[in-house]
C-alpha cells in the first residue's frame, strides 16, 4: 500500500515536472518575439546605453534588470508575471542591439549573428537534452557556478577601468561556459521539481541563454570577424 503511494506521488510529481518544462519552453519561445522586436528598434534607432559612461552605464543596467527580477518573482502567479517578463526581454533585446550594431559593421556581420545563434541553440538543445533525458540530478552544480558568476562579474567590473582585450576575450569564453552550464542547471532543477513556477524557470534560462549569445557573438567577432 505503501508502495502503491509512493509510486502515485512520483508519477504526480513527474507530470508536475514535465508541465512545468513545457511551459517554459513555450514561454521561452515566445519571449524571442520582444527580444527581436528590441534589438531590430535598436539597431534602426542606433540605440546607445550610456556608451560614453561604462561604469555607470552597467550600474544602472543592474538596477533596471533587479528591478525587473523583483517585479516578475513578486507576480510570478499572475498573468502581470508573464507581461514583466516580455517586457523584460523587450528591454534587453534594446541592450542587445549595441553588440549587433558592432558584427553589423563587419562584413560579414550577419553570417557572424547567424553563427553565435546556431551555436546557442545548439548548446541549448544540448544541455536541455543532457538534463532531461539522463534524470541526472545536476542541481549540486549551484554553489560552483555561483562561485564561477562572482569571479565573471568582478573581472567585467574591473576590465570596465582596465579595457584589456585579452582578458574581455577570457571572459567572454568564461560565460559560454558558465551560463551552459546553468543551462543545465536550471533545466535539471525543473526536471528533479525543484522548481515549480514557470515564469521563474523561464526567466532563469533565457538569462542563460542570452548570455551565451552575446559571449559567444563576442569569441567569433574577435577571432572571424572581417572589416573588408
Known amino acids: 500500500m505503501q508502495l502503491d503511494t509512493y509510486g502515485q506521488q512520483t508519477q504526480v510529481l513527474s507530470q508536475s515536472a514535465n508541465r512545468v518544462l513545457r511551459n517554459t519552453y513555450m514561454l521561452l519561445a515566445l519571449t524571442m518575439v520582444p527580444t ?4 531590430l528598434l535598436g539597431v534602426q534607432m542606433q540605440f546607445s546605453f550610456l556608451v560614453g559612461s561604462p561604469f555607470i552605464a552597467f ?20 498573468g502581470l508575471g508573464v507581461a514583466l ?5 523587450f528591454f534587453m533585446g534594446l541592450m542587445l542591439s549595441r553588440i549587433l550594431q558592432v558584427a553589423l559593421g563587419f562584413s560579414n556581420g550577419g553570417s557572424m549573428i547567424a553563427l553565435a545563434a546556431g551555436g546557442t541553440g545548439a548548446i541549448f538543445v544540448t544541455m536541455a537534452g543532457i538534463a532531461s533525458v539522463s534524470k541526472r540530478d545536476f542541481t549540486n552544480m549551484g554553489k560552483f557556478l555561483t562561485v564561477g558568476l562572482v569571479v565573471v562579474l568582478l573581472a567585467m567590473v574591473a576590465n570596465i577601468f582596465l579595457q584589456m582585450p585579452v582578458l574581455h576575450l577570457v571572459i567572454s569564453a568564461a560565460v559560454v561556459l558558465l551560463f551552459s552550464g546553468y543551462i543545465l542547471y536550471d533545466i535539471s532543477n525543473i526536471v528533479q521539481g525543484g522548481e515549480t513556477n514557470y515564469v521563474t524557470a523561464t526567466l532563469a534560462v533565457y538569462l542563460d541563454v542570452y548570455n551565451v549569445f552575446v559571449s559567444l557573438l563576442n569569441l567569433i567577432m574577435a577571432f572571424g570577424g572581417d572589416r573588408d
Open 36 to 39: 527581436v522586436a528590441g534589438a
Open 59 to 78: 550600474m544602472l543596467f543592474l538596477g533596471i534588470s533587479f528591478a525587473f527580477f523583483w517585479g516578475i518573482e513578486r507576480n510570478k502567479n499572475s
Open 85 to 89: 517578463l516580455l517586457g523584460f526581454t
